[in-house]
């Protein structure tokens, strides 16, 4: 067979020069959001990560809710990280400004949608949605995950994976607001366990609850018997996370 088709083959035609050379340079800035973040942020802990929708208005209730647990967090010695933008994000920034404890803000530079809030005491920008994830895994105590969509399912669906497959360390889980949830956690019950793609006591890695002071609760709750401080062993899965 002759071999000429293969010349049509994208691996195999002329280098682009120009564009090797932008994405090698690339790099660069890469390292330096992680070595930003990992700077600024090694100090937070304990920490608190909040995530849910862009779109809530202040007069929304779930915008609300997000800020009263944000303050109670605060307020109870945990710094609050959110994505930094408007919504709940803008609600848990709020919350936390008020309190004693730091606000920190996760930017993201997008096409459209992020607008960076005022209530920032730590604010950081981030090109990559790759190396801002690790920052709000990397040096969180719990994760509080109130109504959103596909940003709020994929932070959700992180973590989770994350814990289940032991590359970092577990910490609660806290999904807020009950009626929001209970559909999907019924699907995860009645699909995923059945068909073997979950087990079921991957349901375990999450809590579902209403109240800012159930939150707040639950998370020292979870560190009874513990310090906040990762183990030797969860720092040795924190460094490869």
Known sequence: MDDDHKSMHPSLRPINDTMLNRESWKIF????????GFERLAQIKPSVSIFGSARFEPDNSYYKLAEEIALELSNAGFSVVSGGGP????????????????????????????NTNP???ISL????????KVMFVKYASAYVVLPGGFGTLDELAEILT???TEKTRRIPIILVSATFWEGLIK?????????GTIS??????MQIMDTPKDVVDAIFSHYENRGFEPSAEEQEM???L
Not at 29 to 36: D, N, S
Not at 92 to 113: C, D, F, Q, T
Not at 125 to 132: E, M
């Open 29 to 36: 800035q890469i390292m330096a959001e992680f070595v930003e």
């Open 87 to 114: 919504g709940i994000m803008e609600a848990a920034n709020k919350g936390a400004y008020a309190g004693r404890s730091p606000s920190i803000g996760l930017n993201i530079v997008l096409p459209h949608e992020q």
């Open 119 to 121: 209530y920032q005491d």
């Open 125 to 132: 920008n981030f090109r990559h949605f790759f190396s801002r």
């Open 162 to 164: 994350l814990i289940q």
């Open 187 to 195: 699907w995860f019950r009645t699909t995923l366990v059945p068909e």
């Open 200 to 205: 079921a006591a991957d349901l375990d890695l």
């Open 238 to 240: 924190l460094l490869d």
